[in-house]
């Protein structure tokens, strides 16, 4: 095994959960620092990135058993950080990279141990390039991988008008840059402190709630192509009523009948790369809405969770 030297890396400040719930069950623990086994790379953890699967998954223990989550749990999956350690036939990594990627549920910690072939955001690891930072890498991997698979459902292109729910979100921020960088027209709802925000992004604001499908048909008189419903299912009944054919919408929070959902895990393998690229080059920028240490991991999950925050929220370590 080849390591970096590092006295502390013997133990780990952890955020666990000994019970299932809320916020107020998040605690931080000082726990052994996980060791990178044979093909498996062991990251010190610079910054991790909050999304509402987190705090959706270990809300209860029925949604906990789905992602195959037991107790005592880790919390947070998107993370950033420096290779420490490198196990046996480990190849194109070593002691002192930067990466990025994805640790189902175990991401707030000083250390996480990944495999190094991983290609899910449960367990993977890409190197992070210059020209990104950690706190913005560490907001990629989900909201990432799954404003481009619902963009890969519904194919937008230079001709196309799309309408797209929870545009503000952490999601919707990824969503909205790659529809205008496929050279769509993009009408995103959100509420109406949320609307500079947005046109800041690309977007034509527009508020949800009831009366959607009208104020959507004055904005785009000649009609709208697509939809991404980052949020229920609102966005898609609009859609519906304004003529978008089935196959060209798509949801990643609610489901309907003759409608593809959009599902992170089927993103294209290279898609983290190309974000990572885009965002190199200019043509991509990820806003932190808001940034904590893991000592307020409680105060930083309760403002991800209230789903008005404008950008990610990130956890430094």
């Known amino acids: 095994m080849k390591k970096l030297s590092d006295p ?13 719930g809320g916020p107020e069950v998040l605690s931080i623990q000082d726990v052994p620092a996980p060791q990178a086994g044979p093909g498996q790379v062991r990251v010190r953890v610079t910054a991790a990135g909050l999304n509402p ?16 989550l037991t107790l005592p749990a880790g919390f947070g999956t998107d993370y950033a ?7 046996d036939g480990v190849t194109g990594f070593a002691p002192g990279d930067r990466v990025f990627g994805g640790a189902l549920s175990r991401a707030v910690a000083d250390f996480v141990v990944v495999n190094s072939t991983g290609d899910t955001a449960a367990n993977e690891a890409h190197h992070t390039p210059d020209g990104v930072d950690d706190r913005t890498a560490a907001t990629l991997t989900i909201a990432g991988r ?6 890969a459902v519904v194919e937008l292109g230079p001709d196309d008008t799309v309408l797209i ?15 205008r960088i496929a050279g769509a027209h993009v009408i995103g709802t959100g509420s109406a402190a949320s609307a500079d925000f947005l046109r800041d992004l690309g977007a034509e604001p527009v508020a949800y709630g009831d009366g959607l ?17 980052l949020h ?9 009523t304004l003529g978008v054919p089935d196959t060209r919408i798509t949801t990643i929070a609610g489901q309907l009948d003759g409608i593809t959902p959009a599902n992170g895990a089927n993103a294209a393998h290279d898609a983290l790369e190309k974000l990572a690229h885009l965002i190199v080059t200019g043509r991509l920028r990820v806003p932190i809405a808001a940034s904590f240490p893991i000592e307020q991991i409680r105060t930083a999950v309760e403002l991800q969770a209230d789903r008005h925050v404008k950008g990610k929220v990130v956890i430094d370590l």
Request: hydrophobic share 50%.
């Open 8 to 20: 502390l890396s013997s133990k780990s400040r952890a955020v666990r959960l000994d019970s299932f």
């Open 165 to 179: 729910g929870g545009a503000a979100g952490g999601v919707g921020t990824f969503a909205v840059q790659l529809a």
């Open 53 to 68: 699967m987190d705090w959706f998954m270990t809300a209860d223990a029925d949604t906990a058993a789905r992602f195959g």
């Open 81 to 87: 950080g420096i290779v420490d350690q490198v196990g």
């Open 232 to 240: 229920g299912t609102e966005t898609a009944h609009a859609a519906r």
């Open 213 to 229: 499908a009208d104020r959507v048909r004055a904005l785009a008189p000649r009609g709208i192509t697509a939809a991404i419903d």
């Open 146 to 151: 799954t404003a481009s698979a619902a963009l």
